[in-house]
T-cell receptor, first 113, second 110 residues
Framework: DGGITQSPKYLFRKEGQNVTLSCEQNLNHDAMYWYRQDPGQGLRLIYYSQIVNDFQKGDIAEGYSVSREKKESFPLTVTSAQKNPTAFYLC????????????FGPGTRLTVL | SQQGEEDPQALSIQEGENATMNCSYKTSINNLQWYRQNSGRGLVHLILIRSNEREKHSGRLRVTLDTSKKSSSLLITASRAADTASYFCAPLDQGGKLIFGQGTELSVKP
């Protein structure tokens, strides 16, 4: 089964804690992305990576960090510096950045208690 | 804001009717993509139209693009209850970034 997976589906965090969201793809895509979606809103880009060991800030990178040590994996850490982290987080991948369609994972819903 | 804007924000129709959603954007684009999202799920790519194309079809979907007016429309013909979802247009800007609007929430009643 080819695709992009995210885990966990639901995540609860206490204030002041860092949490890491997992994103894995077996589509052999070079580019990967993290988006945040708030209720009734569109998607906002947090970080993207065009290739292994490279990543760039998106529009709302403050309070988040990423790594891209393997082509298949692009984990997102939501740090305690993120003021309002409760949201739906979506990971996506594409053959290369730009021009192509993006394939999305099922999402992780993060709630801060 | 560079966000695309969908219109209407919500649309409710009966099964068998056509659904038309419109999108406007502000920046120059390479292509424009439409995505669908079922409640609480990830997005699914529907169709991509390049900046030099004016119309594209895929099954029951018809997309138009008018770059002079910076607008696009998505038509779903003969809608089904299973088409109930949110639909997003996403222009791809010259820097390679997809710009998502707030989406149109479509409800198709059986």
């Amino acid at each position: 089964d080819g695709g992009i997976t995210q885990s966990p589906k639901y995540l609860f965090r206490k204030e002041g804690q860092n949490v890491t969201l997992s994103c894995e793809q077996n589509l052999n895509h070079d580019a990967m992305y993290w988006y945040r979606q708030d209720p009734g809103q569109g998607l906002r880009l947090i970080y993207y990576s065009q290739i292994v060991n490279d990543f760039q800030k998106g529009d709302i990178a403050e309070g988040y960090s990423v790594s891209r040590e393997k082509k298949e994996s692009f984990p997102l850490t939501v740090t305690s510096a993120q003021k309002n982290p409760t949201a739906f987080y979506l990971c996506a991948s594409s053959i290369e950045r730009g021009y192509n369609e993006q394939f999305f994972g099922p999402g992780t819903r993060l709630t801060v208690l | 804001s560079q966000q695309g804007e969908e219109d209407p924000q919500a649309l409710s129709i009966q099964e068998g009717e056509n659904a038309t959603m419109n999108c406007s954007y502000k920046t120059s684009i390479n292509n424009l993509q439409w995505y669908r999202q079922n409640s609480g799920r990830g997005l699914v790519h529907l169709i991509l139209i390049r900046s030099n194309e004016r119309e594209k079809h895929s099954g029951r979907l018809r997309v138009t693009l008018d770059t002079s007016k910076k607008s696009s429309s998505l038509l779903i013909t003969a809608s089904r209850a299973a088409d109930t979802a949110s639909y997003f247009c996403a222009p791809l800007d010259q820097g390679g970034k997809l710009i998502f609007g707030q989406g149109t929430e479509l409800s198709v009643k059986p």
